[in-house]
């Protein structure tokens, strides 16, 4: 619903947030993320008025941070909203909202480098080996369930890119998907044998028995007959992890899995990006560390003087 004219603030809000989703092309969840940012530092800073915003200064933006800082917020969030400030300083400034940019100078809090949660090729094999197995009962869900997982581990795709896969977007002669990645842009994915074949049996065999006059070009259908969202994809990969008695991972896990063994393997780490649809290589970049964790424990296993102490 369209802010009140009594409320000049909302009508701020819902400029930003048409900025960051038509003309930043974020997600919607970043663009929601965003807005609810601003609307603490707002209220922290005191500036209940549209009329206050050029009052706001690179103190009250750090201020802010020092609240969140203080009430326990990790140092991912306090670098999301220290992105999200910068963000709108930047579009107030530049629309002539505010005099100057004081988030210029606002420096992001450094986040720990979190290994992601992988697989070892031989679970990830397990995992794609029982979903198999499961779909030969030729249950429609099941049959999804076998072709959703080879894709996500073959492509290293989001879950957002693969529920939003269209039947059209996968070719299976070429074996590649056309993904619809962050800020809209389009990459060609390449996939194997295994996934295509999955895929392959889900359409001729699994989706025909959920598809509904409301399905659309959907690639991969709920239950119901609705495109797959991404809640009932977390949940069948954990069902799958699960049945699979493999560690429990969700569909992220299947990309940080994908990742790893793409590097494993002995892939250019910018094919990989690319592969991904990193926007920065040093995204690409954290998956090396769990690469280099893997060699230095096979060689402490494997290598006869691996263990030598100072005096030998």
Do not use: C
């Not at 326990?72 to 999301?80: F, Q, Y």
């Not at 002539?96 to 986040?111: E, M, N, Q, S």
């Not at 990830?124 to 979903?131: E, G, V």
């Amino acid at each position: 619903m369209a802010p009140s004219p009594l409320d000049p603030l909302a009508a701020l809000l819902d400029d930003f947030t048409s900025h960051l989703a038509h003309e930043r092309g974020l997600s919607p969840h970043t663009v929601r993320a965003y807005r609810g940012d601003i609307v603490s530092l707002l209220a922290t800073v005191g500036l209940s008025r549209v009329e206050d915003l050029g009052s706001l200064t690179l103190a009250d933006l750090r201020q802010w941070l020092a609240v969140q800082a203080g009430a326990g917020k990790s140092r991912t969030t306090l670098a999301r909203r220290a992105a999200a400030a910068r963000a709108f300083t930047a579009w107030a400034a530049r629309t002539a909202r505010t005099p100057t940019d004081p988030g210029l100078r606002l420096g992001t809090p450094r986040t720990a480098i979190v290994l992601p949660d992988v697989l070892t090729q031989s679970q990830a094999s397990r995992l794609a080996n029982l979903a198999q197995t499961r779909a030969d009962d030729g249950d429609p869900v099941h049959l999804r369930d076998w072709a959703f997982v080879e894709l996500a581990y073959a492509t290293g795709a989001r879950v957002s890119e693969l529920v939003t896969l269209n039947v059209a977007a996968v070719d299976l002669d070429e074996r590649l998907a056309r993904v619809l990645g962050k800020g809209n842009k389009e990459r060609m994915v390449p996939f194997g044998i295994p996934a295509a074949r999955a895929v392959a049996s889900w359409l001729a065999d699994g989706r025909p028995q959920l598809v509904t006059p409301d399905s659309g070009p959907a690639l991969f259908l709920g239950a119901r007959g609705g495109r797959l969202n991404p809640r009932q994809a977390r949940e069948a990969v954990h069902r799958l992890a699960a049945l699979a008695d493999v560690k429990d991972i969700a569909p992220h896990g299947l990309r940080h899995s994908a990742a790893t063994h793409l590097l494993d393997g002995g892939s250019d780490l910018r094919v990989v990006q690319e592969l991904l649809g990193h926007a920065s290589l040093a995204t690409t970049q954290r998956y090396t560390h769990i690469s280099t964790e893997r060699l230095r424990a096979a060689y402490l296993q494997a290598h006869p003087r691996a263990e030598v102490g100072p005096e030998g």
